[in-house]
């Protein structure tokens, strides 16, 4: 499947994208996505941000599970980082984690312990082979690094 949608795959069922907007959430549903965590304070891009509560009402509409984590770009601090290891183990995969540029939900992927990320199955390598027997719909698109 095709989509207009920036994401980069971190794992074999968890993807990162920059700011997304109410719009984007029926679309990710289509691409197979069950989850989303916003990362991204309320009004931290000024007041054209949609809001998190716009963002979930979409998401939900949509069927999706949704979350709200916002934390700062420059830094995460070890209970935020927690908490994130906590939605991973606990939501519904595959997951889409998005911020404004899409750096910190990748940090905080990268920030759990070795322990967190196997029990989340974070450590699996994202797929190198996106063929259409692969059953994740989203896949085929990505620029896999």
Not at 25 to 35: I, N
Not at 45 to 68: C, K, W
Request: glycine residues 6%.
């Amino acid at each position: 499947m095709h989509t207009h949608l920036s994401l980069n795959a971190v794992a074999s069922d968890v993807c990162v994208a920059p700011q997304l907007s109410p719009v984007d959430m029926a679309e990710l549903a289509r691409l197979g996505f069950k989850s989303v965590v916003n990362n991204r304070p309320d009004f931290e891009g000024g007041a054209d941000q949609p809001t998190s509560a716009s963002i979930e009402a979409a998401a939900l509409a949509a069927g999706l599970v949704y979350r709200f984590l916002p934390v700062n770009g420059m830094y995460q601090s070890p209970e935020e980082i927690a908490a994130f290891g906590q939605l991973m183990a606990e939501l519904p995969h595959p997951v889409l984690c998005f911020c404004r540029p899409g750096a910190r939900s990748g940090h905080k992927i990268a920030a759990l312990s070795p322990s967190v990320m196997l029990a989340v199955h974070v450590l699996e390598p994202a797929p190198r082979d996106v063929s259409p027997a692969w059953p994740r719909p989203w896949a085929h698109h990505l620029a896999i690094r």
